[in-house]
């Protein structure tokens, strides 16, 4: 990095501050300088939500850093309350207004990084501006919805979107004793996720009281007489409450990036490159406000989510010092606890997939085994979904969901994607184990197996929703005392343990389908009557999968 060179950064949170330490902890002979529109140049975004429901209760403990902690320790310069207005690409410099005096200014830059981060979106209703109706963006808006709780002893709140921030806004709610609904225009929460998977997530919301309004949109917000709100859907349907979240969604934040004729992508975020350049040389942009290459797919996306952030501020000062760098690309993997269970995922879904015309190539496997060994008392179940290339093997993304363990599940397969690992990779992985923790082998483990075994030919496998009108013999291979509990339609039970000493009655002229409970026996019986000359495939998942399906279906119908 030359001598004296002037970087100024544009906004602060996850992208922007780590682009600055990063930027010094390279140089001591720069100038850096960060420009921050709000109070606060680096907080916990993310924590938000549970200060709301005093899960953390001093609002200090989101403050990550400091003007003065970011000027003794790394000498950079920091300008709260500042808002940067215009980019003259032409002379490099930008207009700074000082917030509370209205002061103009200019700052001369060699580097400059965007990182203005994304808007709440607003949904364009009667009444959305009422007062009682936030957003969840920063502290400001926290003070001013617990102060509002407070000041009306709030009872009733609606959220508005089932994402991220609807459902941590949801469980803190629901926390401090308020009765919440959830109101999300898709048949499901967390719209991004295969349906199936969220089948449980519904449950649990339900299971604590939640009203869940799927399917339907906000029409528009009326003041009462005793000044709640009153919610109106679009099926007609009407909700009185002291509050309203809107939780809708976000929008990359590109005003100066247009405003100095940056490129912009069809997703509405700033188009940069790998090294996280923009269309301009001398500028870059990082965080919520870009849009960057899916890693499986090569597709462009929008993945608001910190952790890229960060490391696309610390990618861009690497290139701004000289250093070869570059953003593998952006895989979405997210974790999101819903009371007492935990949803995560990485990767494009089957839904993404088949969205974006890639799903030819793809095939699934589900699978629901405990989060540790079952002989160690609190083992829970997980249920996990991974998808694969049928090609190769290639893993190209996974989704879970249980009470423990999901998590540590989807990272490991995170970190297999990114190595453009294989099923046989997660077959053959070497986790931890110890029987609190984990099985020796392990759910990554067992799914890498259940998919090498499809990818190999060792197991042809149907999936739930081929079934309907498929003219299939569908054989049941649990107990008959599982079976007497609830079976699949026309299904004949056989249990495994009896399946050979019975196999005369099974037909030779129509293929037969298997399931159990979690696809173990069903897959074991697949081996069994392969070898004897049957057309076989086991149902993917056992009846479980079936359960989250026609859960599933429920919601729609």
């Known amino acids: ?69 970011f000027k003794n320790r790394f000498n950079i310069e920091v300008h709260p309350l500042c808002e940067a207005t215009l980019i003259d690409r032409e002379n490099s410099e930008v207009e700074i207004v000082e917030v509370e005096s209205g002061r103009r200014r200019r700052e001369k830059y060699d580097a400059l990084v965007l990182s203005p981060g994304a808007s709440p979106i607003t949904p364009p209703v009667p009444g959305v501006d009422l007062p009682g109706i936030f957003t969840v963006r920063n502290i400001p808006d926290t003070r001013r919805l617990k102060g509002w709780i407070e000041k009306r002893k709030a009872r009733r709140a609606m959220v508005v979107g089932g994402g991220f921030i609807g459902l941590e806004m949801t469980e803190n709610l629901r926390g401090l004793g308020i009765e919440v609904g959830i109101a999300e225009l898709q048949r499901q929460v967390m719209p991004l996720m295969d349906a199936e998977m969220i089948s449980p997530i519904h449950e649990e919301l339900r299971r604590h009281s ?10 528009g917000f009326e003041q009462t007489g005793g000044g709640a709100i009153s919610v109106s859907m679009k099926s007609g349907a009407k909700e009185e409450v002291d509050l309203v979240i809107l939780a809708v969604g976000v929008r990359p934040e590109t005003g100066l990036a247009r405003g100095c004729g940056l490129e912009i992508g069809e997703l509405g975020g700033i188009r940069v490159d790998e090294r996280m350049r923009t269309s301009d040389p001398k500028i870059w942009a990082v965080g919520d406000a870009v849009e960057v290459r899916d890693f499986v797919t090569g597709q462009w996306t929008f993945v608001p989510l910190a952790g890229p952030a960060n490391r696309q501020g610390r990618i861009a000062a690497d290139v701004i010092s000289g250093r ?30 088949k969205g974006a015309g890639l799903w030819e190539n793809c095939e699934k496997v589900y699978l629901h085994p405990s989060n540790h060994a079952n002989y160690f008392p609190g083992a829970k179940p997980i249920s996990l979904k991974l998808i694969f290339s049928k090609s190769d093997g290639r893993v190209l993304g996974a989704q879970a969901v249980g009470h423990e363990g999901v998590e540590k599940r989807i990272d490991v397969i995170s970190m297999a994607i990114q190595k453009n690992g294989t099923v046989f990779d997660l077959e053959e992985a070497e986790l931890s184990y110890a029987p609190q923790y984990g099985a020796a082998r392990d759910p990554v483990n067992m799914a890498g197996m259940i998919a090498a075994n499809v990818v190999r030919g060792d197991m042809r496998q149907a999936q739930w929703e081929e079934l309907e009108n498929s003219g299939v013999f569908i054989l049941d291979v649990r107990e008959p005392a599982e079976f007497k509990k609830g079976h699949v339609e026309n299904a004949v039970n056989i249990p495994l343990n009896t399946l050979r000493a019975r196999m005369e009655e099974l037909p030779e002229d129509r293929e037969i389908w298997t399931y159990c409970l979690v696809g173990q026996r069903s897959y074991y019986a697949s081996r069994i009557l392969s070898q004897h000359d049957y057309e ?15 859960a599933q279906a429920a919601e729609v119908n």
């Open 1 to 69: 990095m030359s001598i004296g060179k002037r970087i100024v950064i544009i906004g602060g949170v996850a992208g922007g501050a780590s682009c600055a330490a990063r930027a010094r902890r390279l140089s001591e002979d720069a100038r850096i300088i960060l420009i921050e529109k709000g109070p606060y140049v680096s907080f916990a975004n993310c924590g938000l939500p549970y200060h709301v429901g005093n899960v953390i209760r001093r609002e200090e403990a989101l403050l990550v850093s400091s003007p003065a902690m």
């Open 210 to 219: 939640v009203g869940l309004h799927l399917g339907d949109a906000v029409s």
């Open 324 to 353: 070869d760098r570059s953003f593998r690309g952006g895989q979405g993997t997210m974790v999101c606890g819903v009371f007492d269970l935990t949803l995560a995922s990485t990767g494009p879904g089957e839904k993404a997939l």
């Open 536 to 550: 076989v495939k086991s149902l993917s998942g056992g009846y479980k999968t079936c359960k989250l399906r026609e």
